[in-house]
Structure formats: C-alpha cells, structure tokens
C-alpha cells in the first residue's frame, strides 16, 4: 500500500489542524435522529443503503486527531468495532462525543480481528504503544507517515530494545494511493487499504 499523505499538507494530514472551514460547517445531528433511526434491512445492506453489520474485526485508531474521527466513523459504517486509543487525559475527554470506545491503553482490544492505525507520528507515547502493538495479537499494526520523510518510529521502538525484524512488521506507508489530503480522504484511502489487505485484494481498479 502506497501513502495517501503528500506535502504540503502535513499537519492537516496528520491531524494537528482541521482543513479550512471544516469546524465552521460541521452540523451536529438532530436529537431526533437517533429516535427516528430504523434498522436497516437486509436488502438496505446488500445494496449499499445502510451500514454493514458487525463483521467481527476491530479497528483501533490510537490518538485523538481529526483523521482518527473520519476513519472510526467510516470503520463502523463498514462493519469494525471502531475503538480509539488515546493516552491524555484531556483529549480523551474531548473526543468522548465521537461515539465510540474511548480507551486510555489498548489492552484488551488487540487480537487477531484486530488492525492498529497511528494516526500521528508526532505523540511521544508512540513508542510504547507501538511495541505493545507488536507484542500483541494484532492482525495489521501501521503508521501514518510520508515515506519521503524520516520514520520517527524506527529510532524510536529501537530504544526501546524492539527488535528489527519486528520493527519492520509496522506498515508505513498506509492507505491507497488515492491522492488524499484532507482527514476525511487520509482516512478513506487507510480504511479501503486495510480491507484490501484483509481480502488479499491488490486495491486499485484491476479486477
């Protein structure tokens, strides 16, 4: 899989800044959404009008960022158990309104339905929390990060004494090379790769 993330975007990218206008046009849902809600029939879901049912798989997004909020909200539409991951305290408690596990550590999540995405590069627990990613039974473990640029994780995981061969089990670049540069087209291309890798598909447009 191919980086969806380029220069000159990186923070938007990486989820240290929202794109332009975003928050301003962002509209919060009717109260009386979720009351007039109706569950999807199967025919819905075969079609492509509703959500997938639960397909058993977990998707872990660690750290709070706006990429994190795209792609948990499109994992859960596609059938994962979306779960984030987040360290503070405080960005724990402003992401409590995703509407979706918010978690301190990842123990506890991580199996073999599992796939983990970092969603920034930039958090100082992101050592720790990739080696027990590796340590665990995760089914995908991988980063965000243009391949042009350093991996921080490398020196990182390697102070930590994590061996090469598991280092290099982290996958970065993640996500279809699609061009993306916003959160939410970052967070299309990540989630289209995993299940492409899931399906043992190749994920372009050959069939």
């Known amino acids: 899989m191919t980086d969806p993330i380029d220069d000159p975007s990186c923070d938007v990218a990486h989820g240290h800044a929202p794109p ?33 049912p639960d397909t058993g798989r977990t998707l872990v997004a660690v750290f709070a960022s706006p990429v994190a909020e795209y792609l948990l909200r499109y994992a859960g539409d596609a059938g994962f158990r979306p779960v984030l991951v987040e360290p503070d305290p405080q960005r724990a408690a402003a992401a409590g309104g995703l509407g979706v596990t918010v978690v301190s550590s990842a123990d506890g999540y991580l199996d073999d339905t599992s796939d983990v995405v970092l969603t920034d590069h930039h958090r100082p627990e992101l050592g720790i929390v990739l080696r027990d990613a590796l340590a665990s039974k995760a ?57 492409a890798d899931r399906n043992g598909r190749p994920g372009g447009f050959t069939f």
Do not use: C, F, K
């Open 139 to 195: 089914r995908w473990v991988g980063i965000m990060g243009n391949p042009r640029h350093p991996a921080p994780h490398i020196p990182a995981l390697t102070e930590l004494g994590v061996p090469e061969a598991e280092i290099g089990r982290v996958h970065r670049p993640i996500g279809l090379n699609i061009g993306s540069r916003t959160p939410a087209e970052i967070a299309v291309a990540t989630l289209a790769g995993l299940i």
């Open 20 to 52: 332009a206008g975003d928050a301003a046009h962002r509209q919060a849902p009717s109260p009386d959404d979720a009351a007039h809600r109706q569950a999807p029939s199967p025919d819905d879901v075969a079609h492509g009008y509703a959500p997938s």
